[in-house]
DNA sequence: ATGTATGCAAACCATTTGCAATGAC
DNA sequence: GTCATTGCAAATGGTTTGCATACAT
């Protein structure tokens, strides 16, 4: 797969997000977003730094708090938290939904290629891992806050209008 | 299903597992148990001491922090870290594996009970959830662990072999 | 020009740790 | 009697926050 299609596929719908919801275009959000979709595994708040810091480009650690929280919100970039005090992110295209398996002694994480965990091959895969239980997470928005959203929205919408009319009787 | 029969039950195992490893049997270890196996859902350090200490039950949250580490141990509860800071808990026994809704806004957690998320029923329950993305969380012990598990308990087994020798000889 | 975003340092808070006192064995 | 366990208070460390400065609009 081509990854700096990809990347310029994703620039463009971060763009699109920070535009409709009116945040700046800063240069730190890009480098971020791009140093985040030229990695492919798991990382964590300071790995993401010390790269970035090492690689030339110096944010702080706040910003890349501030950043990663859009980032999540429209959607680039997912987190996880396997047990030890520190998140995990990781890009969300180019990497879709897979399992994981998380070692409860040691901690490692394992990635585990996609969908259906009851075939054969998949079988013969997890006999080297004893399993102890697993979890389904399934991440999105509930119907309460779609709802609570929506009517956000509708209201400022409203407020926009009614502001236009305003400007208009000037 | 008997409750009071699952207590005992996990109690029984929980002596079991206690006895294996040397450790002692307090009451505190005991009452934190029994707590744990009366609520169904999940909960968190916080409500787990508040709900002792109302329910006349004092124990300090190092004594919690302590415990619940070996009631993971020995797999009786299970810990889920839903992205909020704080880590989530629940008994193991009599809640099996179900899977977790996670509103990335409000940060309800949903349970949703087992197995094959795609069955035409589940998928009519999804539609109130406006799904971002899943992730399949399997925890367990890796082949690396149990096998330098292995290796710790022969090791040890051989030393004490050693010392019953000593001890003979005197 | 305006006010959002950044960077720094301080604050926060769940969890861990150190240590004296307790109590299981 | 011994030493693991408890309880308290202090430390830790990832994450958040407050505020002055920088810069996108």
Redesign the interface.
């Known amino acids: 797969m081509d990854n700096s299609k990809l990347k310029e596929q994703v620039r463009n719908e971060f763009t699109e997000y920070l535009n409709l919801h009116k945040h700046r275009k800063t240069p730190e959000r890009y480098a971020i977003l791009e140093h985040i979709y030229s990695t492919k595994g798991h990382f964590d708040m300071e790995s993401l730094y010390v790269t970035m810091t090492e690689s030339g480009f110096r944010v702080s650690r706040a910003t890349l708090y501030n950043t990663i929280e859009l980032l ?1 919100d429209c ?1 680039l970039v ?6 030890a005090n520190v998140s995990q992110y990781e890009r ?1 295209y180019g990497n879709e ?10 901690g ?1 994480v ?1 990635e ?1 290629k996609n969908g259906n ?1 009851f075939t054969a091959t998949q079988q013969r895969k ?1 006999q ?19 709802r ?2 929506a009517a956000e929205e509708k209201k400022k919408k409203k407020t926009e209008n009614t502001n236009i009319r305003i400007n208009k009787k000037k």
């Not at 997912?78 to 047990?83: A, D, E, I, N, R």
């Not at 897979?98 to 070692?103: E, F, Y």
Request: positive net charge.
């Open positions: 999540l959607s997912v987190k996880h938290q396997f047990g969300a939904n897979h399992d994981h398996l998380i070692c409860l002694n040691c490692e394992k585990y965990l997890l080297r891992f004893r399993v102890s239980y697993y979890s389904m997470y399934i991440y999105g928005i509930c119907n309460k806050c779609v609570a959203k």
